[in-house]
Each structure stands twice: as structure tokens, then as C-alpha cells.
């Protein structure tokens, strides 16, 4: 087989075209995409890896934000639980405060029914006491129980302070009026002539006196000296009595 230069020749030759136009036309431009997508691929990479960075970053401050929130939560829950227990500790002050006041109240209340009820049974015996007395009382007036009265009034004359005289004297020198002496019975001439001694001396002077008799005075004498009164019998005594049940009601 002989070698035929002329053909070998143009096929170097169309094989070189060949080459030159697959450069100019395919290869280049292959070249060229090639380039772009590896551009495209490399801006990928970056833009990805810049995301990946920043989701890193993002990442990082969430956790940050996280840690904030739960270090926040956890101090807002120690705060409510600190106000809880403050308020709770003010709450329960504040029930004993109101709790002890209400004590204090129920005693008084206490201490007010038991006083009414103590003033209640007092007036009760009062009353009874002064019912009983008034029995007895006029159960045992008599001439002779008047007759002991009469001698405690003359008793009565020679004890008298200095001020208590100086009051009769006072009134009986103002009053120009006899003296009035009232008794359950009638008075004997040796009493009144008694009275009369104890009067005079009392007076300084030689009075007038009239006698009046009255048996709702039970037994003992009452004597009206100008405004002053001076009185032993169980009438006063018992009125008296009376008055004091009265005022403590």
C-alpha cells in the first residue's frame, strides 16, 4: 500500500480546519458557558456560604435572644413569685390585723352583753332588795322603831360638822317661817320639849315650831329648816334607795 502524500496532505489539512473551526465555533463558546457557570457556580458557593455565615450569625444571635428570653423569664417569674409571696405575706398581715380586730370587737361586744347583763341583775336585785325592804320596812314601823329614829335625829344633832351647822344656821337665820317638823306619829311633850332644846341651840335663838303629822314617812322625822332639810325615816330612806336604782339604770 503506497502512501499518497497529496491526500495525506489535505486530510492534515481539512483535519486542522477542522480543529480551527471547533475552536472558533464549539469550543470557545463551550469554554465561555463553561466559564460563566463556573462563575455562576463560585457566586453560588459564595452567596451560599455568605447565607450560611449569616445563618450562622443568625443562629447565634436567636440563641443570644434565647438565652436573654429564658434569662428574662426566669427573673420576670422570680419577680411574680416575689410579689406573689409579698402580697400574700401583706394579705395574711393584713387578715390577722383584721382578724384581731374582729377579736377585739366580739370582746368588747362580750365585755358590754356581760355588763348589761350584770347591770340587768343588779337592777333586778336592786328592785328586789328595794321591794324586800319596803316589806320589811313597813312591817316593822312602829311608834317604838320611831322613838329609836327620834333619838338617833338628837344623836345626830350633836354630830354635826362644822359646815353642816353653819348651813342650818344660815337657813334658819334667813327664814323668818317656823320650823316645820313632820312625823309618823305624834311626838310626846317630852320629845318636842328634847327637839326644841337641840333647835334653839342649833338656831342660837328661840324658834317657833310646828308640828305636822304624817304617816306616810313609816316611822322617824323629817324638819324643814328654811330651804334645808334635815331627815331620819324610812320614807327618805327608802325614796333615796329608789333614786339610786334609778340613776344607775
Known amino acids: 500500500?503506497?502512501?499518497?502524500?497529496?491526500?495525506?496532505?489535505?486530510?492534515?489539512?481539512?483535519?486542522?480546519?477542522?480543529?480551527?473551526?471547533?475552536?472558533?465555533?464549539?469550543?470557545?463558546?463551550?469554554?465561555?458557558?463553561?466559564?460563566?457557570?463556573?462563575?455562576?457556580?463560585?457566586?453560588?458557593?459564595?452567596?451560599?456560604?455568605?447565607?450560611?455565615?449569616?445563618?450562622?450569625?443568625?443562629?447565634?444571635?436567636?440563641?443570644?435572644?434565647?438565652?436573654?428570653?429564658?434569662?428574662?423569664?426566669?427573673?420576670?417569674?422570680?419577680?411574680?413569685?416575689?410579689?406573689?409571696?409579698?402580697?400574700?405575706?401583706?394579705?395574711?398581715?393584713?387578715?390577722?390585723?383584721?382578724?384581731?380586730?374582729?377579736?377585739?370587737?366580739?370582746?368588747?361586744?362580750?365585755?358590754?352583753?356581760?355588763?348589761?347583763?350584770?347591770r340587768c341583775y343588779q337592777q333586778n336585785a336592786h328592785e328586789q332588795g328595794a321591794r324586800f325592804a319596803t316589806r320589811l320596812l313597813t312591817a316593822v314601823a312602829n311608834q317604838e322603831l320611831e322613838s329609836r329614829l327620834f333619838d338617833l335625829l338628837l344623836k345626830t344633832f350633836d354630830d354635826l360638822d362644822e359646815e353642816r351647822q353653819m348651813t342650818l344656821l344660815n337657813a334658819c337665820e334667813k327664814s323668818s317661817e317656823a320650823i316645820t317638823v313632820t312625823s309618823a306619829y305624834t311626838l310626846s311633850e317630852l320629845q318636842q320639849q328634847q327637839l326644841e332644846l337641840k333647835l334653839n341651840a342649833l338656831c342660837k335663838r328661840s324658834v317657833k315650831i310646828n308640828y305636822v303629822q304624817k304617816p306616810q314617812l313609816l316611822a322617824g322625822l323629817r324638819l324643814l329648816i328654811g330651804a334645808s332639810v334635815l331627815s331620819i325615816n324610812l320614807q327618805d330612806e327608802l325614796s333615796g334607795f329608789a333614786e339610786l336604782i334609778h340613776e344607775s339604770k
Request: glycine fraction near 0%.
Open 1 to 118: 500500500m503506497e502512501l499518497n502524500w497529496s491526500t495525506f496532505i489535505l486530510e492534515i489539512i481539512n483535519f486542522l480546519v477542522l480543529v480551527w473551526i471547533l475552536k472558533r465555533f464549539l469550543y470557545r463558546p463551550v469554554l465561555s458557558v463553561l466559564e460563566k457557570r463556573r462563575k455562576q457556580i463560585e457566586q453560588d458557593l459564595n452567596e451560599a456560604t455568605l447565607r450560611h455565615t449569616q445563618a450562622i450569625e443568625l443562629e447565634q444571635q436567636y440563641k443570644k435572644r434565647l438565652d436573654k428570653w429564658a434569662l428574662e423569664k426566669q427573673q420576670l417569674r422570680e419577680t411574680l413569685q416575689q410579689e406573689i409571696l409579698t402580697e400574700r405575706t401583706r394579705r395574711l398581715e393584713q387578715l390577722q390585723t383584721e382578724l384581731a380586730s374582729e377579736r377585739e370587737k366580739a370582746a368588747v361586744v362580750e365585755q358590754l352583753h356581760l355588763a348589761e347583763s350584770l
